[in-house]
């Protein structure tokens, strides 16, 4: 059966993925040293900044209370952060975490996409191909520090 997710659901998608991002990044930035990745990741946090604030101008129009990530979920990545860099904080560590996090945001927001293609507003559409197309960008450029 073919599962079909409204506007609402794909913009709180939208957001919550460019939050779980910020929150990473936030994590992160203070395991690294090196200047080449910190640079990337930081401008990698200022667009997913803008992402939010585009989602968050979408959701007023859907009257959609937007949340970000639970407690329990800003935890865990805390924790597995903090114990993926204990040992090794390297560039290459760090650009490996980061890709799985942005594959992980590609997977979910191309399944936003297929879900919800028939029935999407132009607005909401456009907001969800620009996300992908920017983790699609991170991830390749991620993948020069490997």
């Not at 506007?7 to 939050?19: F, G, H, T, W």
């Not at 979920?73 to 993926?84: L, P, Q, T």
């Not at 996409?113 to 191909?129: A, C, F, I, Q, R």
């Amino acid at each position: 059966m073919e599962q079909v997710k409204s506007n609402s659901e794909i913009v709180a998608e939208i957001y919550r993925n460019a939050q779980l991002a910020l929150t990473s990044i936030s994590d992160i930035i203070p395991e690294v040293e090196d200047g080449g990745i910190r640079e990337e990741i930081m401008r990698e946090h200022e667009e997913y900044e803008r992402i939010c604030s585009q989602a968050a101008q979408l959701a007023l129009k859907y009257d959609l209370d937007l949340k970000g990530p639970s407690a329990i979920k800003k935890a865990m990545m805390w924790s597995a952060i903090k114990m993926g860099t204990a040992n090794d904080n390297s560039s290459q560590n760090i650009a490996q975490m980061m890709i799985r996090g942005t594959v992980n945001g590609i997977t979910s927001l191309k399944t936003s996409l297929t879900d919800g293609d028939k029935v999407m507003d132009p607005e909401v559409k456009k907001l969800l191909n620009e996300l992908i197309t920017l983790e699609e960008g991170f991830e390749k450029k991620l993948k020069k520090f490997l």
